[in-house]
């Protein structure tokens, strides 16, 4: 069973690792993406992929601050909800709309996946109030 470690010897995953590995992913695949959208798309196809990379970049900052918060703040339950709810967040939203974008966003009830992730990545920021 995989679960957030709290310095307790538990062997459980370190959340902060966890959290910046995701952070380094979605950055590289954020300017990827971009480089990708700036290159290929034109028109309203262009303008919701640079929304996507927008908010695919921006939480990919945040995330990997939030990271380093984790590591200071020895596992902070609100800061580690905050930076999960962030990556799932940023994963739905910018993922649904580059899916949609790309003409391959499957059918059916899939389409309440970006503003799910939309409110995942608000609840992630309220987190990170306390």
Not at 62 to 73: E, N, P, T, V
Not at 87 to 111: A, E, Q, W
Request: contains cysteine.
């Amino acid at each position: 069973v995989v679960h957030w470690s709290d310095d307790d010897g538990s062997g459980g995953l370190d959340a902060s690792i966890v959290l910046r590995r995701c952070a380094a992913c979605l950055g590289a695949s954020g300017i990827m993406l971009g480089a990708y959208g700036g290159h290929k798309l034109s028109g309203g196809a262009l303008e919701r992929w640079r929304t996507a990379v927008l908010y695919h970049l921006v939480h990919a900052t945040a995330i990997l601050g939030l990271s380093a918060s984790i590591k200071k703040k020895k596992q902070n339950k609100a800061l580690v909800a905050s930076g999960s709810l962030l990556t799932i967040g940023t994963l739905c939203f910018s993922g649904s709309l580059y899916l949609k974008t790309l003409g391959m966003f499957p059918k059916g009830g899939f389409g309440l996946i970006t503003p799910i992730g939309g409110m995942c990545m608000i609840a992630g920021w309220a987190c990170a109030v306390f």
